[in-house]
DNA sequence: CCCGTTCTTGGAAACGTTTCCATACCTTAT
DNA sequence: ATAAGGTATGGAAACGTTTCCAAGAACGGG
């Protein structure tokens, strides 16, 4: 062993100073490795004056522990998974803000990866969660048509919390989106409305088919039936919703109200109320789901749905972290509802004689 | 040795099955470790007959590299660092979303920490970047006053981005703010007013100094005077823009015009011209800056200042990446600057004749 | 035909921790 | 007094890769 002595100074010229590591620190304080490491990791059995001792020297060399020696002797590597669709939908990222922050509070990192929908990257995801040893894994709602990846989920064995998205097997947490739309729909309803337009996101997302349950047991309940045509899942933003809108509204028999996503899709609604030449709520009433400043401030204010992102993203870290630490509740798979509310504004009116 | 021969089968019961390591991969196939190593990293030297034979194995015994072991001993974790102080502001969100597709692409998963403009989080994060020996470091919009952290920041010698932000020997990608600024305000001085609001975010923030100086430029060419009564810097979100403008707009010689950030500030504003009994663009006009679906959308529309939020991410992952491969770029630190666009819609009007 | 290259492979030493085991020293109960 | 147990420490063997070095095989030029 022709370790230099002095600890970790630059040996050359314009290399960068080399880090200290842990036997620098023991030779330093003079004790043995496994001493060090069991102060760091703070363990019992171990002597103030070691303590002190071993401390002094971590200080003085500036020492940090190589987390990926870390990670590959004791089996942790103290990271979570965050796999999410798209970060630049605001009710996604603010889900995460929660959960970071609950996460960070445990001593975890969050790594995080944007799918796009596609089936590649989930599943390339999946490979990162293993080569890296990652401790748990949040799901962000996402296409559970995506048997590759489903497939690749189930075989990984590991600690996962699935967010407005089911994945047999793994616990989640979920906005309640089928009481949320039973509620708006059954308000409409109760307006005196019949044709109620549903523009949703992707079918295959969990959050739009609760709500279309809501909104058909709402139509059940009021013995109507429900014209398939007013169902509009949506993949893309507001264009889209803008060229189905206007299509809808041009029929002989056009929908009195709308029900739309608050987040992209509002906005084209809007643009075809406006390209119509249709008011709300005269002509056509309007709820949206997720509240947004759109909607809070749009002149007359839009009705919304609405309910905690931050605080479903922090409970769905704890429940992680639950299942990391293997308590009690591991067992536990049933999911975890959340609330939704309705923000009744100005945006729903009786529906004009015909 | 007594490794078990048959491979990454379960010893126990309920014992989780082991995972095959690169000498499972080598004694299956009947080659040593280290041409596992060769093949699997792509190196050349290697003869396809040998290549067949590992990929068989690696396949069979499903192979996935440690990459603890990895980084441990190739002192590359393939990690890159993403520092923002809320990630539920969608500006951010956005900027990160653009930025984690480059560096997908490139190999590399993002480690994501939100501040909340946070000193202590700030550099617990640096801390976690030097233990976890991350690869390189995104730093979006931030506070320069926090000395401790841009001190860490400055011994750890590690490639860095800059997004937004001034960070001394870091390079850096910006918008314009301070071109910006000076157009929306000269736009402002051309259509009459004299008594331009300022409604920026933390002062401390690049963006917001910047804006500050092409607003302060466009009033000196125009030989106006500064009142510094209208400049409010905020530090929250639309509660104190409301008061805040509340109390502006009751001043005996009131604001003509208000320039105000679009993100959550605007609707506060919205609200306070509402409650005073103000319209825009005939009492107030009004520009906002990022261009959100609340100033598309309100009516009349609100005109906005703004700029290439995913482009931005993707510039700045790409100047990292160049800086971790120690390209040529290496040596320029000079910033790079993205270009606003100025949205003209109907929120601005000469002002009335008092 | 031999010698210097280049290509292909194997062996073994790191990388920086944690953790198991052993040891030496104290207690305290029998 | 001695056995039994606990506490504080040290030594060394992992953990799973990459990488350096050496050595044999193939190759081409003189």
Redesign the pocket.
Known sequence: MNRVQEGPVAKGRRTRPA?A???DVAAQA??????V??V??GE????P??HARIMRAVNRLR????SA??A???RESKTIGCMVADLSNPLYSEMINGAEEELQRAGYVLMLAATRHEEDRETAFVSAVRRRRMDGLLLFAGDNAHTDFTGALANLDLPCVAIDREVSGVPSVRADHRGGGLEITRYLIGLGHRRIALLTGRAALLPSSERLAGYRQAHAEAKLAVDPDLIRPQTQGSSIAFSDVCQLLRSPNRPTAIITLGTHMLAGVMDALASSGLRYPDDVSLVCIGDTDLARHATPGISALTWDLDQMGRVAANILLDRIRGGDEAKKIRPVYLPTRFILRHSGATPRAP
Chains 1, 2 share one sequence.
């Open positions: 880090r590591t842990i036997r003079g004790v043995s490795v496994s001493s490491s069991r760091m990791n019992p059995h171990t002597s004056e070691l020492f940090e522990p190589h020696a870390q590959l002797r004791s």
